[in-house]
């Protein structure tokens, strides 16, 4: 669907749901409706805040939240809800969401949860099966230091052999202090992926006020994306 965009990423931690956040504030500050879908949210207690939560605080409260489940303990979707003795969520049922969402906002964006390939269900479904029912592209979030090209590499070849389009990459968490494989990485990583590297979020931006979040927003991701971030400055001022 046109409409709506995948990010997953190519490990946990690496900063999915602060990309997701650059995204939806950028898109909102274009006068578009947005809504986030976390589908499987695990590691929160019920009442605690989520992802899709976070998400909506950092880019503002006109962006939708919604998850369809929800698991206490901090596994694999699959695993914690066979643990917590609670329905698993299908492909088919993240599908049928993200449409709904999508008629009724200009832009619907999918956070997965921990890599593309990460189990949802017993029968083995996944976030890429989500997204190749959806027709929707996929922006691969990585990490920037050492080990993150052939991870990159991985998730990018499960995306060609499923026929799923790959926005790009973005670096989910760029260091203060950017060590030589980091610095290297920038170059290296659209080779790795074979698509645009689309962005670097600065460590820590998660924890900017949602006013200042918004506003450095721009700077984090490039124009494909809604901001005005470009790769061949960010990659010759870090030195690579």
Not at 44 to 62: F, H, K, M, Q
Not at 164 to 184: E, F, N
């Amino acid at each position: 669907m046109s409409n709506v965009i995948v990010i997953t990423g190519t490990g946990t931690e690496i900063g999915k749901t602060v990309v997701t956040a650059a995204l939806a504030a950028l898109a909102s500050a274009g006068g578009r409706s947005v809504a986030v879908l976390k589908p499987a949210q695990t590691g929160v207690a019920p009442g605690e805040t989520g992802d899709a939560d976070e998400v909506v605080r950092l880019a503002g409260e006109a962006v939708t939240g919604a998850e369809l489940a929800r698991y206490p303990e901090p596994l694999a979707p699959d695993t914690a809800a066979r643990r917590a003795g609670l329905a698993p969520v299908r492909p088919e049922e993240v599908a049928e969401a993200a449409r709904k969402l999508a008629e009724e906002h200009d832009l619907v964006l999918v956070e997965g949860a921990g890599g593309l390939l990460v189990r949802f269900d017993e029968e083995g479904g996944t976030l890429a099966d989500a997204a190749r029912l959806l027709g929707a592209p996929v922006l691969v979030v990585v990490p920037a230091g050492l080990g993150t090209l052939n991870s990159t590499t991985l998730t990018a070849e499960a995306l060609r052999a499923r026929g799923i389009q790959q926005l790009g990459v973005v670096v989910g968490s760029w260091p203060d202090a950017p060590d030589l494989a980091a610095r290297c990485n920038l170059t290296d990583l659209p080779k790795a992926a074979g698509a645009p590297l689309l962005g670097a979020v600065p460590a820590g931006a998660g924890a900017l006020a949602p006013e200042a979040f918004r506003a450095a927003a721009p700077g984090w991701l490039a124009p494909a994306l809604g901001g005005s971030w470009d790769a061949v400055e960010f990659t010759a001022a870090a030195g690579a």
